[in-house]
């Protein structure tokens, strides 16, 4: 009798077996595709502005060959993990490659194109530096403008970001209750470099991230529009995000700057603040206008103090480093609400 059962218990298992195994495997596989085109997703958006399309394999080649001008050794993970590392990581003698290339922009131009493919980045500097493109692989082509235009290299140094630190940044596209909704991500500009006793930590054009958390159309009795943001992080040089707020601070430098430029505190940004300080950002919208503006201006600050990756500025272009210019505390650019 006891044969029996243990007989019928092993079947048991073994029938069960066959329906979890092959599901569990499956799972596994999945995950590991999703990883994968995550991986190569994010490469292209460096490299190009956006996923490709095609095999994995044919578009990871053409990728290491726009960077690097050959296809690296090892398997796809190692492939896909190396150029990943080389254009974001940085190790311990060298910044990534985004860090430098950065480095290089803010000190050609003055400001850095993080929104921009990396090629058209590239491009870009070299018509301002050698007055055409040069082609060839894009890590090379960086490294003859490093060598250009800043000699003595670019290195990162450990850089501690203080509390409250003042950011100022403007709204990159126009935002309409119309066409955004809860979630979406939005996108700000870094309109004044970030420096932190002589190194650089985030220069102007570095992207602050943010994100839609309310929308309300207009409503009855002449109650306007209402827009809440809710902002994240400051992407400076590394990349590294440090997260930013609303906070105590950044109302006092919006209002010491509104006053400077003849605007009342609260309309800088075009809107009347609400909501707790330090939260989210909301914002009404006031009488006809269902629209924040293109080009407005919002002033946020740095939560605890942050370890991040800086550039020690050299002596012989410390001299001519400038803060932002605010022309106008409000944008100009509208769209059709």
């Known amino acids: 009798m006891r044969r029996h059962i243990t007989t019928l218990v092993i079947a048991f298992i073994c029938a069960i077996s066959m329906f979890l195994v092959p599901a569990t495997a499956e799972e596994t596989v999945d995950v590991v595709d999703t990883a994968v085109f995550q991986t190569l997703d994010r490469i292209e958006t460096i490299v190009y502005g956006a996923p490709q399309s095609g095999g994995l394999l044919p578009r990871l080649s053409k990728a290491e060959k726009d960077v690097f001008g050959r296809e690296l050794p090892g398997s796809l993970t190692e492939r896909q993990t190396a150029i990943h590392d080389f254009l974001e990581k940085e190790t311990a003698t060298q910044p990534s490659l985004l860090f430098k290339l950065a480095v290089v ?37 960086i490294e003859r403008m490093i060598a250009k235009t800043l000699p003595e290299g670019v290195l990162s140094t450990s850089t501690s970001l203080p509390a409250t630190t003042i950011v100022k940044a403007s709204l990159s596209k126009t935002l309409s209750v119309r066409n955004i909704k809860v979630d979406d991500k939005i996108v700000l500009k870094l309109i004044e470099d970030v420096i932190v006793n002589g190194n650089l930590v985030a220069p102007k054009g570095s992207r602050v991230l943010a994100h839609i958390s309310k929308v309300k159309p207009p409503r009855s009795f002449g109650r306007g529009s209402e827009i809440d943001i809710e902002f ?89 480093v400038t803060s932002g210019d605010i022309s106008a505390p409000q944008g100009s650019s509208p769209v059709n609400p």
């Open 105 to 141: 922009e803010w000190a050609v131009a003055r400001e850095a194109h993080p929104t921009w493919p990396l090629s058209k980045r590239v491009e870009t500097l070299e018509s301002i530096t050698d007055g055409t493109a040069t082609g060839g692989a894009l890590s090379a082509r």
């Open 232 to 320: 994240d992080s400051l992407e400076a040089l590394g990349p590294n995000f440090v997260l930013v707020k609303i906070g105590e601070s950044a109302k006092k430098a919006m209002e010491a700057d509104a006053a400077l430029y003849g605007a009342a505190g609260a309309s800088i940004a075009g809107a009347v603040l609400l909501g707790p300080l330090g939260l989210a950002g909301g914002f009404l919208i006031r009488g006809s206008d269902k629209q924040i503006k293109e080009g407005t201006i919002f002033y946020v600050e740095t939560g605890d103090t942050a370890n991040v990756s800086g550039y020690k500025i050299p002596g012989q272009i410390s001299s001519i």
